[in-house]
């Protein structure tokens, strides 16, 4: 195992090994964190709308442990198939305006399962270049071509279609907000694309879904393209504050990915407890309309001081803001001084993100106040003068 030890000791060397840190939830406190005794301002978890302490889903969580066990005990297809189930994948669809939904266990596993499902040899994925890592694997373990565009390129985009026009199922997919810059794809635009050359389509609300639509539905109902998307697919760790994901659409894709999406056909169902979290964070993200509302408005006023303190923070206008620093070890410190200064906020580097684009990623919450969300502002923008990433 020696080669282990010399390849981590490269990456070391590069500013690029990765390390577990604990952080602890506080109490009653959402948006904040506990880490090496430190109370943190937390701009670096996904609970966008401050849902994962939310009292009635750790109840509904609660309820569920006592009357239902800990575990589902088996697969859905074997005896893991519970009540619940059935009822939440009703109301996601009805959510969805779809004719059907399927929970999966978490976002990675829907997406490896769902692509591996629709294509394999002989076929076709358009790949936005920087869609999430789970869109990338399920690609590769579908074993289609693999047809990469450049970032929102829709020529590139149009170029590679005409290139593989030979191949029997072609299907375009896309994260709708872009998980470590923040911006959105062009989602109208990869619509007409798709009929034009009879591709599907399949989005990853990821990071939209619980905050655009007006009842959290994403991104697509926000625009209202919504019935032009063949494959839906977004997740419950994030805005919904749980764990899980579903994928939504007709009856017959459900039927399909029953059948031939093989973490859903091998893998256990979801613990009872998870179903109900999610059941009642659904009822929530549909009502808690001052949450979405609040976290927006947030997102454009945090992006807009630090950009006008003369941060690089891309194009976005969501709740995520990189601020891009370029050089790694740079990314880190920037990281460690943000700590020091009492925010937690995580320093990306490659592979993650392209080669010398490493970055800080700020993701806010509808729990932070808007002071807090000034203040930190204010000292990201001393730090990032006191370090040389800004120029005075
Ligand atoms: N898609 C995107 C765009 C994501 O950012 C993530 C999570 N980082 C996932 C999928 C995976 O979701 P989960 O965490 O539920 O596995």
């Keep these: 195992m020696e080669w282990m030890e010399q390849e981590l000791a490269a990456l070391a060397d590069k500013a690029l090994e990765r390390q577990l840190r604990d952080s602890a939830p506080i109490a009653g406190r959402p948006g904040f964190i506990i880490r090496d005794g430190q109370e943190l301002l937390d701009l670096s978890s996904n609970d966008y709308l401050g849902l994962a302490q939310h009292p009635a889903i750790i109840e509904a969580m609660r309820t569920a442990l006592a009357a239902d066990g800990a575990g589902s005990g088996a697969s859905r297809l074997v005896t893991g198939n519970r009540p619940p189930y059935r009822k939440l994948e009703q109301a996601l669809a009805s959510w969805q305006g779809t004719d059907a939904a399927l929970v999966a266990a978490n976002g990675y596993m829907a997406n490896t399962g769902v692509i591996s499902a629709l294509v394999g040899r002989g076929d076709a994925v358009f790949s936005d270049r920087l869609n999430h890592a789970s869109i990338v694997d399920g690609i590769t373990l579908s074993r289609a071509d693999h047809a990469r565009y450049r970032h929102n390129d829709l020529e590139h985009l149009r170029h590679l279609l005409d290139k593989h026009r030979g191949a029997r199922r072609k299907l375009i997919v896309t994260d709708t907000i872009f998980s470590m810059d923040g911006d959105q794809a062009l989602l109208p635009e990869l619509v007409a694309l798709k009929e034009q050359y009879g591709a599907m389509l399949m989005v990853d609300e990821a990071h939209s879904g619980g905050i655009y639509g007006t009842r959290g539905e994403g991104l697509c109902h926000a625009l209202g393209i919504q019935n032009d998307i063949d494959v839906h697919m977004g997740t419950f760790s994030k805005a919904f504050g749980v764990y899980g994901a579903y994928v939504s659409g007709s009856r017959t894709l459900i039927r399909w ?49 630090l950009q006008d303190a003369g941060f690089q923070v891309g194009e976005g206008n969501s709740p995520i803001v990189p601020v891009i620093i370029g050089d790694n070890g740079l990314a880190l410190a920037f990281s460690a001084a943000l700590q020091a200064s009492g925010i937690a906020a995580v320093a ?45």
Excluded: W
């Design 257 to 305: 990915l029953i059948n031939k999406a093989r973490p859903f056909i091998y893998s256990t169902a979801l613990p009872p407890a998870v179903v109900a979290g999610i059941s009642q964070a659904l009822q929530l993200v549909q009502t808690e309309h001052g949450r979405r509302q609040r976290l927006l408005a947030a997102g454009l006023k945090f992006r807009s001081a």
């Design 348 to 392: 990306i580097r490659p592979p993650t993100v392209p080669e010398g684009t490493a970055r800080i990623r700020f993701s806010l919450s509808a729990a932070h106040s808007d002071d807090a969300l000034q203040d930190a502002a204010r000292h990201i923008r001393s730090l990032g003068i006191e370090m040389g990433v800004l120029k005075q």
